[in-house]
């Protein structure tokens, strides 16, 4: 894990580098490579791993929502904490899925909780799964899996990138994947709970409409209560 700075503001620099060692520290966890940036320039030309990000919005130069649409771009699952004073930012750091938007001055309860929410998700994007087909065995990062679909007796792992046939059956990866991630909504369809756009009664919808997955009405209400309680878990 590599975890990026990017203020102008050399004392919130500074705080933000105490508190991330104080977290890790409590955490009993080693204490990543924090780098530091003064600007956006200097940022978007390093060429090292983009974690997660503690973005300021007003500095000299690029401003922190034009770096962090250009950085979303090149790595969509980096983690960009927008940290600034100014509210007025918070629709536009939105746009492009900001993951927590820190007001200043930084308040330490809130910054470990959100730490700890960060983490998680950081752990289930590096999360590697396992896709095995009859031409060879692909390491897929889970957040990647959009949906996990019977067709007939084939088993198809649909993901952001291409499909997979698997040769193993529904029940290997119900049993395979992150329960707090996934779901069976119906006995031909496992969802990834990060790629939802929406749902109704019978059908959930996936990645702007490409995949659907029926929605049985039995699970419908743990269903429900399963995506809600991941939405809460992203917050």
Not at 17 to 35: M, N, S, V
Not at 61 to 86: C, D, Q, R, W
Not at 120 to 126: E, G, K, Q, V
Request: glycine fraction near 2%; include cysteine; hydrophobic fraction near 40%.
């Amino acid at each position: 894990m590599r975890i990026l700075i990017c203020d102008d503001d050399e004392l919130i620099v500074d705080q933000l580098q105490k508190l991330l060692r104080c977290f890790f520290k409590q955490e009993h966890l080693k204490c990543p490579d924090i780098a530091v940036f003064y600007n956006g320039e200097s940022l978007l030309e390093d060429k090292g791993e983009k974690d997660i990000l503690f973005l300021d919005v007003e500095m000299p130069g690029m401003n922190g929502i034009y770096v962090g649409n250009e950085l979303k771009k090149a790595n969509n699952n980096i983690i960009i904490f927008i940290v600034t004073s100014f509210i007025e930012y918070l629709d536009d750091a939105m746009r492009f899925h900001v993951f927590r938007y820190l007001s200043k001055p930084l308040d330490k309860q809130r910054f470990f909780r959100n730490m700890n929410y960060a983490i998680d998700l950081y752990n289930s994007i590096s999360y590697k799964i396992p896709v095995e087909t009859k031409q060879a065995v692909f390491s897929l990062n889970a957040s990647s899996i959009i949906t996990v679909e019977a067709v007939g007796r084939k088993i198809i792992v649909h993901t952001t990138a291409r499909d997979y046939e698997s040769i193993h059956n529904m029940q290997y990866w119900r049993d395979l994947l992150p329960k707090n991630r996934f779901f069976q909504t119906h006995r031909s369809y496992i969802v990834n709970f990060e790629h939802i756009k929406n749902f109704d009664h019978t059908l959930v919808y996936m990645e702007d409409n490409k995949f659907n997955a029926y929605l049985t009405k039995r699970k419908y209400t743990d269903f429900k209560k399963a995506y809600f309680l991941y939405l809460e878990s992203a917050r």
